[in-house]
């Protein structure tokens, strides 16, 4: 056995580690959530350093790598709160298997493309709609493209450019479309899972610092049960959610029937787990975490956000119970 | 990445899995999550230890030396696992394998190792672990069973508690207080005791799960000769911190399930399920997959810990993890199990007689005490993983007999 990241894709990380803090201040979220500027390091940044076509196969301009490529990559953008989203591009490329010029275009950054969830004719809020120019959309079981019409809303974290969205025209691209709709949601909540693990990690790092720093009682708080046992079971949680990652990412590469029950049971896990992170970090800060200026916030937003995205946990619970018991665990 | 045994992991596996077929009508064989009660089984147990150990799967990270296999922690664990496939209970001297016998090879004489270790290891003797006591249970330092030296001979008084195996166990690791005039950590001494010398008495503890795997052991004016004693007089400290983090890798695991395992659960609720009413159903179902989410979290989270170990690391502090995420789902495992029976679980049994998942449930909270509660592990993982200043421990060079205070 080796559960385990390559030395490659630790590089990649460490890559993207340097890229991620180097071009995203958190600064830049806050800029997003006060309406003074888009999610950084934007589009362009993203698909210039190839991040956005690295499940993009060679052929079309990509990297032709893998889903834990990408996973790895996700974690980094997601401990800066990065926009747009990697899901994004992760459940494109799945969509565009079939149709290699807009993947390019995916990748090269030329296209503004986002996927709608929910009705074409009025969506749900989708990721990365509200700059998008081109929309992906599951229309009566057929895969379709076309130009839409963008409502964006107030949105509670700023950084994942949520918008509802009309389709005013519509190509099919594939027909009967249904299954490669569910797998490409699949990897995208894998690639979710991934960006809430960073954010989760980052959050309980943050709150770990503040603890060892800030005295109460003529003690340092870290000392204090009541505020290590509770960043204890956030680290717990996020050090287990890494495990579902990697498990999930890997059956998307590898192992395509373990895919439904691993994406849900990460995407499930990952709610809880940044939910639970980011409201520690908030709580361990005390009244300071509670104000606009603290960046406690802009992670806590995003736990909000990302655990009703893609299906919340209630519905992937459910789906792991279902698929455990129609033997999808043996 | 994968999931695959290397070629070396692959052959062992093999091995281990055609040594359980050869020998399996000489094995006791129970259901998955079947507790098995050591006192009315022990001779079962015993013998399916002693078949293991002639076929060379008990002891494998033991030096050969000692009768072990030279193993590595990557195979231990590969025995566990298929141990578990082929539902062989747990080892009845599992703790003496795991925790006594590292301690006395690490720090026994020459001829306590050649008196103690073969026969530990083929079940002759079952050894038990005697550390806590009513007073002083995660706060293992402040023990009071004094041992005091006469002549050749060291007399010993005291009670210990949660002493799991001693109502079948022959010999066992004794941690005593020798000079409480010094701090609490440094008046200690380890010796091996026999477990049926006089004034020593085993009394079992029902736990609330209705077994007793536990006991109090009450100890009067026991003698111990002096070469029977662990390490030096005043180094029990050190010599149980052996036995401890031998302790850590027993429990730390490697991708074993704690409690029943997902499968059971799936099963179960394939059983269950269409007999519940459609609301009742929805909700076992979010339990259920509550469950399985929270294991399969602790699972592999269990194989990157093998991964470490079959790359030739060893289990650090964050092995704790594994036991506090285990408990986790271990409880919620078993909740969602009794969930499933609906109202008909609370009569204990169901109409076919099995009550399997009540007493499972009963067994959990015992499962979130031993080897470290779960607050004695958050603060490990706290102080050593994250780096938070320790809990302030006020009577630590304080002299034992002044009640921890200057």
């Known amino acids: ?330 | 990445m994968d999931f695959d045994d290397t070629p070396e992991e692959a052959s062992f596996r093999a091995h281990v899995r055609s040594v359980l077929e050869e020998h399996a009508s000489e094995l006791l064989h129970v259901a998955p999550g079947e507790p098995v009660d050591a006192r009315s089984r022990e001779a079962e147990l015993r013998d399916t230890q002693r078949v293991l150990a002639e076929a060379g799967l008990v002891g494998v990270t033991w030096p050969r030396e000692y009768g072990g296999q030279g193993g590595t922690l990557v195979q231990q664990a590969i025995v566990g696992q298929e141990l578990g496939r082929a539902r062989v209970p747990t080892l009845i001297n599992h703790i003496g394998i795991g925790m006594c016998g590292p301690t006395v090879i690490a720090h026994g004489s020459d001829d306590q190792r050649s008196r103690y270790l073969a026969r530990l290891l083929r079940a002759d003797d079952v050894w038990c672990q005697l550390f806590s006591e009513p007073g002083s249970g995660s706060d293992l330092a402040a023990l009071r069973t004094s041992a005091v030296r006469d002549g050749e001979d060291w007399v010993v008084n005291g009670q210990k508690v949660w002493t799991t195996l001693a109502h079948v166990a022959d010999f066992g690791i004794l941690l005593t207080r020798t000079d409480p005039s010094r701090p609490k950590h440094a008046g200690l001494t380890m010796f091996v005791v026999d477990m049926h010398a006089p004034g020593v008495t085993v009394r079992p503890l029902r736990q609330m799960s209705g077994g007793a795997d536990f006991n109090e052991v009450f100890f009067d004016d026991v003698r111990i000769p002096d070469s029977e004693r662990l390490g030096e007089p005043g180094e029990g400290w050190r010599v149980a911190l052996t036995t401890l983090m031998n302790e850590r890798v027993a429990i730390g695991g490697a991708g074993s399930d704690i409690g029943p395992s997902p499968e059971s659960l799936t099963a179960h609720a394939r059983d269950r399920l269409p007999a519940l009413s459609p609301e009742q159903q929805v909700l076992a179902r979010q339990a259920v997959g509550r469950a399985l989410v929270a294991s399969l979290a602790t699972r592999y989270t269990g194989y990157r810990r093998f991964t470490t170990l079959s790359q030739g690391g060893v289990p650090g502090p964050e092995a704790s993890a594994g036991k506090l995420g285990g408990t986790a789902a271990a409880r919620l495992v078993t909740d969602a199990g009794v969930r499933l029976l609906g109202d008909e679980a609370v009569l204990g049994a169901t109409a076919d007689g099995d009550d399997t998942w009540q007493r499972a449930q009963a067994y959990v909270p015992g499962i979130a005490i031993a080897g470290g509660t779960d607050q004695v592990l958050r603060n490990i993982l706290g102080e050593r993983v994250l780096g938070l200043p320790p809990e302030p421990r006020t009577d630590k060079s304080a002299p034992f007999s002044s009640g921890g205070r200057r």
């Open chain 1, 1 to 330: 056995m080796n559960f385990d990241l390559s030395d490659d894709q630790r590089d990649a990380a460490a890559g993207a580690r340097e890229f991620f803090t180097g071009s995203v201040p958190l600064s830049a979220a806050r800029a997003a959530l006060e309406g003074e500027g888009p999610p950084a390091p934007g589009r362009k940044a993203l698909a210039d350093i190839g991040f956005l076509g690295i499940t993009v196969p060679e052929s079309a301009g990509g990297a032709g790598g893998s889903v834990l490529d990408l996973a790895v990559v996700a974690e980094q953008a997601g401990a800066v709160l990065a926009g747009p989203s990697l899901v994004t591009a992760a459940r494109a490329a799945v969509l565009l298997e079939g149709a290699p010029d807009l993947a390019a275009q995916l990748a090269d950054g030329s296209a503004a493309i986002a996927v709608l969830d929910g009705p074409v004719t009025g969506s749900a809020p989708s990721l990365d709609a509200a700059d998008a120019t081109l929309f992906l959309g599951l229309d009566g079981g057929a895969l379709v493209v076309g130009e839409g019409e963008v409502t964006p809303g107030r949105p509670m974290d700023a950084t994942r450019g949520l918008a509802s969205v009309r389709m005013t025209s519509r190509r099919v691209l594939a027909e009967d479309a249904g299954e490669l709709w569910a797998r490409a949601r699949q990897v995208g909540a894998v690639v979710m899972a991934a960006e809430d693990l960073g954010a989760a990690d980052r959050a309980v790092l943050v709150g770990v610092d503040y603890a060892q720093q800030r005295q109460a009682f003529g003690r340092v708080i870290g000392s204090y049960q009541a505020v290590k046992h509770m960043l204890v079971d956030a680290w717990v949680g996020v050090d287990q959610l890494r495990s579902l990652v990697w498990w999930a990412a890997w059956a998307a590469d590898s192992s395509p029937a373990e895919l439904p029950l691993a994406a849900a049971a990460a995407k499930a896990y990952a709610a809880e787990v940044a939910e639970r992170a980011t409201e520690t970090v908030v709580q361990v800060h005390g009244g300071i975490g509670f104000t606009w200026e603290h960046d406690a916030h802009l992670y806590w937003r995003r736990a909000k956000v990302d655990r009703l995205l893609l299906g919340d946990a209630a519905e992937h619970l459910d789906a792991v119970a279902r698929l455990a018991v129609a033997g999808a665990l043996g």
